[in-house]
């Protein structure tokens, strides 16, 4: 299946919800905080406090001079009063005095105990500071000191709650086929392989449907070439065994049935040795060879066969492979066209750039375009009557398929019913 197009992968889609929330969730922010500071009345900062009340101090002198004092009072936003024996000033009125200040129990404790405190007046913080000439009592006006009040708290968190609970249900939406992919992978699991997941989404969930619905076609497809298998192993067993038998019961001559037990024994030895080489293909024995000289030898196992007809493009190509399992391939492919051929097969091998090209055609009976998909699946033969007569357990180009692939090839088969086979394997050199 053809890989996911990027606008349309669950990646991007999660990137612009995030980048999408997290926009609504500044704003939110925003303007949550400034209607902070209109909504209330506020609660002065004390930290804050400290540091306007360090820069005051610090212009107006102390004692302050009362001119320089209303400018900087003026400036910072801050209203000032101040008490001492020789002075009393303020510059609003509304700054509240000593005298009600100390009114207040715990304020005469912070004033007994503190040069310099912070201290909460009708919903403000005020700021006392004693000095050897005086008491300073400063009032903040601005808003620079605000504290956020509960009521925009309460208005942020509304807002934070509607934002997240969209996106729980946009989230929930997107992975809503999750649970399905669950439920299916846990019914393979549990053996019933009858999985057909709609996949219409083109993101990584529909393209991980799709690919459970191939995966479990496939294992049911190889269960049941197994099962089929095990039934075709026990009859073509059967057929020379009941021969013996009867041969043992009449007193056959010996040929015979020594011919019924080879059969038998062939059998055997070519499914043991497909099972051999499958299982050995993550150890491959890599050393430099002469293809051009190997597919030679093959084709001189076979005799002096006129039908194998072989042209290679160079004297030698080199490649790196694991000789025997090459062998094993050609074998294979050889094999396939001699029995489902009567006329000559030309094997050719030719020199690509950085590939080497071998090619085995043959003009027999072909392959349908059905069977053609399924021809490189383990126990798949095109039609089974026809290979029985053949005796082979469709194993052979599964085989090729799995070494030629570990040693980073390609191997396809073109065929034409009637027409013929032509297999083509790339491998680099
Ligand atoms: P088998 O051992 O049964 O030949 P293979 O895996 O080699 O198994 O081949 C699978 C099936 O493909 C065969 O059963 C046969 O039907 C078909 N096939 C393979 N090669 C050829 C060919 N050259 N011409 C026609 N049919 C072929």
Not at 130 to 137: A, D, E, K, Q
Not at 153 to 169: A, D, E, K, R
């Amino acid at each position: 299946m053809a890989g996911i197009s990027f606008k349309s992968s669950i990646f991007l889609k999660l990137t612009l919800i995030v980048i999408l929330f997290g926009v609504l969730f500044n704003l939110s922010l925003f303007y949550g905080l400034r209607s902070a500071s209109d909504l209330e009345p506020r609660r002065d900062f004390p930290r804050m406090l400290r540091s306007v009340e360090r820069n005051v101090m610090r212009e107006v002198g102390d004692p302050p001079d009362t001119s320089v004092a209303r400018r900087v009072c003026y400036e910072s936003e801050v209203d000032m009063r101040y008490v001492s024996d020789s002075l009393k000033w303020s510059s609003n009125p509304e700054v509240p005095t000593l005298v009600e200040l100390m009114n207040d129990p715990e304020f005469q404790i912070r004033f007994k105990e503190d040069n310099r405190f912070p201290f909460p007046y009708k919903g403000k913080f005020l700021s006392v500071h004693r000095t050897p000439n005086g008491v300073f009592i400063l009032l903040p006006l601005g808003s620079n000191f605000t504290f956020l009040p509960q009521k925009a708290i309460i208005i942020l968190l509304l807002l934070m709650s509607v934002l997240l609970i969209s996106l729980y249900f946009i989230i929930r939406k997107l992975f809503s086929p999750v649970k399905m992919l669950t439920g299916a992978v846990r019914q393979i699991g549990e053996g019933n392989y009858n999985v057909n997941l709609p996949h219409k989404s083109k993101d990584e969930l529909g393209e991980l449907a799709s690919s459970i619905n191939v995966m479990s076609s496939k294992i049911k497809s190889q269960i049941k070439s197994k099962e089929q298998l095990l039934l075709d192993v026990s009859h073509e067993l059967r057929s020379p065994l009941t021969r013996i038998k009867l041969g043992l019961e009449v007193d056959s001559p010996k040929d015979k049935i020594n011919e019924d037990v080879m059969e038998m024994e062939k059998m055997i030895n070519d499914l043991l040795e497909a099972y051999k080489t499958e299982s050995s293909m993550d150890k491959l024995n890599i050393v430099e060879t002469d293809l051009t000289k190997l597919v030679k030898d093959v084709i001189n196992e076979y005799g002096d066969d006129k039908r194998l007809k072989f042209i290679s493009s160079r004297e030698s190509i080199n490649i790196k492979a694991d000789t025997e399992k090459m062998r094993t391939v050609f074998r294979n492919l050889i094999d396939n066209s001699l029995k489902y051929s009567s006329d000559t097969i030309n094997i050719e091998i030719t020199d690509r750039i950085d590939k080497a090209e071998i090619k085995v055609k043959d003009r027999g009976i072909g392959i349908s375009d059905e069977d053609l998909k399924n021809i490189f699946e383990p126990f798949y033969r095109a039609d089974r009557s026809r290979s029985r007569d053949t005796g082979g357990f469709g194993l052979g180009l599964s085989i090729c398929k799995r070494i030629i692939e570990a040693h980073r090839g390609s191997i396809s088969i073109v065929s034409r019913l009637s027409e013929g086979t032509e297999a083509t394997i790339l491998l680099p050199k």
